[in-house]
């Protein structure tokens, strides 16, 4: 896997967006947000290239210590490590698939998660499937690196289906983005 | 008359012969001087300093409103999923900022404040707004000002702003662009202020339509160790009292150059290590959605405190503790049988604790003897909000 480039990425993504929507619309606002907080998904990068990563269990947050790579519908599955909300896989959609009838939310808050396997950080992003009464089933809470409203991009009890024809919250993803260290 | 106008004409008249029917069978049996009784409605007093107003959250729509001292619900204010609840210091009314679409979940958004009477409970009116956050939980995303003129609105859109209501003239009036910042406090004759992703505090200034942005020096951490975005605001002292993920304690002075003290450790002041975001560090560390209270008057901040490691921001408290802020020392910790969430003590003489928790049971305990005074079920399990008129 090509390590995370984050100005790619958010290059990437606002080309995908400027390509297929109309100037005024709501993803050419959302590209504004992007290019507006500059701190989006730099942080968790510069965090884990600052310093040579550790992955000793002292370095590991309990979520980390206890995460597991085999069963996705599960709170402690190693991607979930910042997820609040229903899990999709619950709910008949995937890790990374909305369950039928539902929207993905083109933008998201973020992770960073370590996968036990093979003891890499890997940056998640929490898309919500949208646009469905809340799913309910295998709600989860997971903190780790979660902040509050002031760093939107890292705080999971924001409702993300921005850009989605309703904005009704069904259930959430854990999309794999890049490595982050 | 078509057929389908018969059958309801005949529906009718078979539900009134059998209603008359009943009403003369009571009569005969009842005493000759009984009054029928007819429905009304009642009305209640506009907000006392011992109530609290229990969001219901995700599951359950409706803001409760109960008595602490009685424990008894007075009534209901109409608060939609996500809605934000605040009281007018004047105690005329509620204001309620929430989002509707116009068909359910589809259809044409509407934001908007909607305004209700404080003692009817009915409708009043509602002014259109341009957006707001979709998030619930937070106390901070919709406040009045002091004087209970000016309503500040955080948009996310997902670019950040704050939508500025005259609730005077009842009319929206301006957005502003608020960059990076968030989660907000009235800053009197100046506007609002602000806590920031680079650390920092935030001052807008409004004129007009306009805002003028200043920051304070960057003071904490926002990635590594945040600031509780459910912080405290003191309307009569105009300071902010802030907590941190491992229980740093700061207070802020509020004007058009906020200032912030140097912090202190909740734990340090309970004479144990000060939290740490270590992993592995187990220690008493606050938690909780709303997970700190401020009584005004005597200066005394309340803490849900659980045993845990770091990133374990949102877990309901096993205790509270009690902070001399001023002093910088813990002086009492209550044991909670269950875990609580949210917390927030009344502004009265004698200070009342009314926490819930994931359960949506809330609890009235007085603070100065410790004993549970209330246990309320199915209250609801979000914010609390305190009544403190001027």
């Known amino acids: 896997m090509t390590k995370f480039n984050a100005d790619a990425w958010g290059e990437k993504l606002l080309r995908k967006f400027a390509g297929g929507s109309s100037r005024r619309s709501m993803l050419t606002r ?11 998904p730099l942080l968790p990068v510069s965090r884990a290239e600052a310093a040579k990563p550790d992955r000793s269990p002292e370095a590991k947050t309990v979520f ?31 890790i990374h698939s909305c369950p039928p009838g539902a929207e993905p939310s083109p933008v998201s808050w973020v992770g960073t998660c370590i996968n036990p396997d093979d003891g890499k950080a890997y940056l998640i992003a929490y898309r919500d499937c949208c646009g469905k009464p809340a799913c309910g089933q295998c709600g989860c809470d997971n903190t780790d690196r979660e902040t509050q409203l002031y760093m939107p991009q890292l705080n999971n009890d924001v409702i993300w289906c921005f850009g989605t024809t309703s904005m009704e919250y069904h259930c959430s993803t854990a999309v794999l983005v890049g490595a982050a260290s | 008359m078509s057929r389908n106008s018969r059958r309801i004409f005949a529906a009718f008249s078979l539900g009134y012969a059998l209603f008359a029917g009943a009403v003369m069978a009571q009569a005969a049996d009842a005493p000759a001087d009984l009054t029928p009784e007819e429905s009304d409605v009642m009305t209640i007093d506009p907000p006392k300093p011992t109530w609290f107003y229990v969001d219901g959250g995700w599951d359950m729509p409706g803001t409760s409103i109960f008595d602490g001292e009685t424990g008894k619900m007075k009534g209901m204010v109409e608060t939609r999923r996500l809605a934000d609840m605040a009281i ?31 003692k009817t409970l009915n409708l009043v009116t509602e002014i259109p707004l341009p957006g707001r956050i979709l998030i619930g939980s937070r106390k901070n995303n919709f406040i009045v000002s002091d004087d209970g003129k000016t309503a500040f609105v955080y948009d996310f859109s997902p670019t950040s702003g704050v939508n500025i209501v005259d609730l005077t003239k009842k009319k929206f009036t ?19 202020s602000a806590l920031c992703s680079d650390g920092s505090m935030a001052t807008v200034a409004v004129k007009g339509t306009k805002g003028d942005i200043t920051h304070t020096a960057p003071f904490f951490d926002a990635t590594n160790d945040p600031i509780f975005d459910n912080f405290a605001y003191d309307r009569a002292k105009k300071q902010a009292t802030f ?25 340090a002041a309970a004479g144990i290590r000060p939290g740490e975001t270590k992993p592995l560090e187990t220690n008493w560390l606050p938690g909780g959605r709303q997970p700190m209270a401020v009584h005004r008057a005597t200066g005394m901040m309340f803490v ?14 096993t205790e509270v503790w009690q902070v001399d802020v001023a002093a910088k020392k813990v002086v009492k910790r209550f044991k909670l049988k269950d ?23 809330a609890l009235v305990i007085d603070v100065a003897t410790g004993e549970e005074k209330h246990k309320i079920e199915k209250a609801g399990g979000s914010t609390i909000t305190i009544a403190d008129p001027l």
Request: aromatic residues 10%; glycine residues 10%.
């Open chain 2, 88 to 118: 007018d210091p004047n105690g005329q009314y509620y204001y309620v900022a929430e989002t509707i679409w116009s068909k359910g979940d589809r259809g044409t958004r509407q934001d908007m404040v909607t305004v209700y009477d404080s």
């Open chain 2, 304 to 317: 849900l405190m659980h045993m845990g490691e770091y990133w374990t921001h949102k877990e309901s408290g």
């Open chain 2, 174 to 192: 301006a957005a502003i662009e608020l960059p990076g910042c968030a989660s907000l406090m009235p800053n009197p004759g100046v506007g609002f």
């Open chain 1, 30 to 40: 959302m590209g504004a947000a992007l290019v507006a907080a500059p701190a989006f």
């Open chain 2, 339 to 361: 875990p609580m969430n949210n917390i927030a003590v009344s502004q009265t003489d004698k200070p009342l604790l009314y926490m819930n928790g994931e359960k949506g049971e």
């Open chain 2, 243 to 267: 907590l941190t993920y491992t229980g740093q304690i700061y207070t802020a002075q509020i004007s058009a150059s906020p200032t912030v003290a140097a912090p202190f450790s909740i734990q």
């Open chain 1, 64 to 94: 980390a210590r206890s995460a597991q790579t085999k069963d996705e519908t599960k709170c402690d599955y190693w991607r979930y490590c910042a997820i609040d909300g229903a899990l999709c896989t619950c709910c008949g959609g995937g």
